[in-house]
């Protein structure tokens, strides 16, 4: 069984610039969600995908906006680059069978550099 | 809205202690709670899950508790070894989004 993969692992960006990170689900998973993790926080919620929607967003601007694809793997972008989006990107897919009630598994992460 | 707290900040203990870590909610309106353990610059690896509707889970030597009514989670770690030296991290899901505390940073001195 494959695991949640990222990519890039690593990038580095300067201010102004888009950015476009790549999540592949686990096999069987429907639902997908992003994070943002700062240095030395906790995750903080972007958004979730499920089936292709968007169904739960946190407190970030529009300029992070996600898709996720029929065969559940999904894109966060982020535009108009600040320094303060310098932080590991999270993703995590579920096996959702009731709302919200699957464990969350989580890929390795994409470190974002923002210059 | 939903506020996510974890106390200690940080824990250093010998080899060999038992020790928990704690986790508090604002909240009680949860779909589950999970906690997670982080190393340094990676991903977030799952230790347990906990449905709203259950009081507890163990796994090894992880047990951990769940009490919606006065908002608390407790991880209880046995026997802790040097491996076990990471950040823990607990989340509550509710309302489609996932709320992380800050994690407690865990080290264990051989």
């Known amino acids: 069984e494959t695991g949640v993969t990222q990519s890039p692992t690593h990038l580095i960006k300067t201010r102004g610039q888009q950015v476009t990170l790549r999540c592949s689900s686990q096999?069987?998973?429907?639902?997908v969600s992003w994070y943002q993790q700062a240095l030395g926080q906790g995750p903080q919620f972007i958004f979730q995908?499920?089936?292709?929607?968007?169904?739960g967003r946190g407190n970030f601007p529009p300029r992070f906006s996600g898709l996720q694809f029929p065969n559940y793997s999904s894109e966060l972008n982020v535009n108009a680059l600040e320094l303060d989006d310098s932080a590991l990107y999270l993703c995590?897919?579920?096996?959702?069978?009731?709302?919200?009630?699957?464990?969350?598994?989580f890929g390795e992460g994409s470190r974002l550099t923002v210059l | 809205k939903q506020e996510v707290t974890q106390i200690p900040a940080a824990l250093s203990v010998p080899e060999g202690e038992n020790l928990v870590l704690n986790c508090s909610f604002t909240?009680?309106?949860?779909?589950?709670l999970q906690w997670f353990r982080q190393d340094p610059g990676k991903g977030l690896t799952s230790l347990l899950l906990?449905?709203?509707?259950?009081r507890e889970q163990t796994s090894g030597r992880l047990n951990a508790s769940l009490d919606k009514s006065s908002g608390r989670s407790t991880l209880y770690i046995a026997a802790s070894q040097p491996g076990d030296s990471a950040t823990y991290l607990c989340?509550?899901?509710?309302?489609?989004?996932?709320?992380f505390g800050a994690g407690t940073r865990l080290f264990v001195k051989a």
């Open positions: 995590a897919s579920s096996p959702v069978r009731q709302k919200n009630t699957g464990e969350l598994f």
């Open positions: 096999s069987g998973h429907n639902t």
């Open positions: 995908y499920y089936r292709e929607e968007e169904n």
């Open positions: 909240d009680s309106a949860i779909y589950n």
């Open positions: 906990i449905q709203s509707s259950q």
């Open positions: 989340s509550i899901t509710g309302g489609f989004k996932t709320i």
